[in-house]
């Protein structure tokens, strides 16, 4: 089968958002929230309106002409972003419905060449590319016969189509509630600068401290590395230079959890002398840390969730193109 | 294209583990040491032999016949085991010859039937299946097109190839070395007894006491969760028990992190008081502990090298079954 076959005959036209909201019973917004995956929707209206896209929406963009298959090429060696985007994106398009395949090009451009080709001999309907970080990566360019969405990491072509999440929104949901909790002396300690997650992190921190008129305990932005050890160098660093602070925002949970690490050992309570928080919601190191972290949620399901959506709607020939933001969840637990 | 369509056809001969020894100029036992991703061979003597494998019996596996793809079915959430085996895996078929296609099927078996004919129907030339835990799974039944290899969850039927690591090895090899390293005080304390893995470790630990006539200390090994937060207070439970201990040795890398915690706590010095080993090697916790974790490390990748070199021989006709076990292999770092 060469490529030109593999070109998309039309199938159904796709469902619209107005049709899956009428059918549902809410407003498009809420429609479009609930299908996001944002936070301000009540559970069983989105479960409603996830029920009646899949019903409406889904079933008719994957029509019988194609394969009900997706590829998606991830660079992530952990797994920690693209298992919950490759999940997220299945429940969207439907259980039994699409089977997303995960190829690892592991950050080589070579690799990456390789799966796609091996993925387009297989006449997937679409692709969903998912990086390591947010850092923005080359554009795989529009002479493919399906459409993609990239995520996690942006295409720096603006007219591709990227989701990512919203880490300035995240850093400033963070900062924001330590604020209203009553925290003003608030340190914030982040990883490797090089990262546009580490600077757009901090950049919504500091806009958060900069909007209730409080400046950075310490007087600057800790930037290090990602990782516990780091979280201990740096809350070392607070302690023994003196800073005042009554809140440590950090920029990864392995960060939180060196912080609450050296905090305990000096005996300094947390939460009621020094809130600590994490960003990711990682559960591997929330769940471990003493207390329990509380930290802002990436939403990668909801993030696979929307690409799938957008792929859908790219198959069935509504494409669109730049850079979605999606919302990140606060997640209170104990340790602010 | 139907089911019969993709029979395999033979491609040209599998090229025999002898000519890939004789060309090498190594063993034969040296070249499937090499090849099984063992301990006790030379890094550049199992460079040699991968290579060797690479051209000779790889390429003379995957023929011109066959798609060059395989598809893996994982049920492991957080990829913590199956992307390490998709690289192997991956590694040993030779960069740019197989793509292995990974889908997530939960835990679920329906998921896992859809899934297995989406890759099905895509003509995969073989597959993997990969499980969360060492526990025994249900067979895919020996009606399918192409050869299975069972990865980590060993299939229940004894005709069925299944690849596991050894966990009793891994459990054994931890005690003897705390053993030479001169301890005699040893406590364990491990996961959830449901698990096979913890069971199995256990009784490699206990064997390896017993034969170096050694009681375990506390007198039995102290099962709980996979958790570090079940590593701190089993190791609480040690310490205000009264029991007399000059190592932990822990089922898991999470375990271990939290009785470090709880020793340091104690300000008892790790190792020079007590040591303390994990088992797994998991980048994400040895790293972080404080002093940094021995561990041994359950060699994923092997696994799915060993697992892509079975699946080529069972492509290439050289059909195998039973349960393999993987040794695994110690990694000292300053915890002991």
């Known amino acids: 089968m060469t490529m030109s076959d593999q070109q998309y005959e039309s199938g159904k036209p796709p469902a619209k958002l107005r049709d899956v909201a009428e059918m549902a019973g809410v407003s498009i917004a809420t429609a479009s929230k609930a299908l996001n995956g944002r936070v301000h929707v009540h559970p069983a209206t989105r479960d409603k309106v996830l029920r009646t896209a899949e019903k409406l929406s889904f079933a008719g963009k994957i029509s019988s002409k194609h394969t009900g298959t997706v590829g998606l090429i991830t660079s992530d060696l952990d797994g920690r972003f693209s298992i919950p985007i490759l999940m997220g994106a299945e429940d969207a398009f439907g259980t039994g419905r699409v089977s997303v395949m995960l190829c690892d090009a592991r950050g080589d451009s070579i690799r990456e060449q390789y799966h796609l080709q091996a993925l387009l001999e297989k006449n997937v309907d679409g692709l969903i590319l998912v990086g390591s970080t947010t850092d923005p990566r080359k554009s795989l360019g529009h002479d493919l016969p399906v459409p993609v969405v990239y995520v996690y990491a942006p295409s720096e072509d603006p007219t591709d189509l990227s989701l990512v999440p919203d880490d300035r929104q995240a850093g400033a949901e963070a900062a924001v509630y330590l604020v209203r909790s009553g925290r003003s002396r608030i340190a914030h300690i982040t990883g490797d600068v090089a990262y546009t997650a580490a600077r757009d992190r901090a950049a919504g921190v500091e806009a958060a401290l900069a909007e209730a008129k409080l400046p950075l305990a310490g007087g600057e932005t800790l930037y290090g590395a990602w990782s516990e050890s780091w979280g201990r160098t740096a809350t070392e660093r607070l302690i023994n230079g ?89 997640v209170v637990r104990e340790s602010a």
């Not at 609450?260 to 300094?268: A, C, D, G, T, V």
């Not at 207390?291 to 859908?312: F, I």
């Open 242 to 330: 003196g800073v005042d602070f009554d809140a440590i925002l950090c920029g990864s949970d392995q960060i939180a959890r060196g912080a609450l690490e050296i905090l305990r050992e000096h005996q300094i309570a947390v939460p009621s002398q020094v809130a600590v928080m994490g960003l990711d919601n990682w559960h591997l190191f929330v769940e471990g840390g003493r207390p329990l972290l509380t930290s802002v949620d990436m939403n990668l399901e909801g993030l696979g969730r929307a690409a799938a959506q957008r792929l859908s709607e790219a198959i069935g020939g509504q494409v669109a193109q730049g850079i979605e933001r999606m919302p990140c969840k606060l």
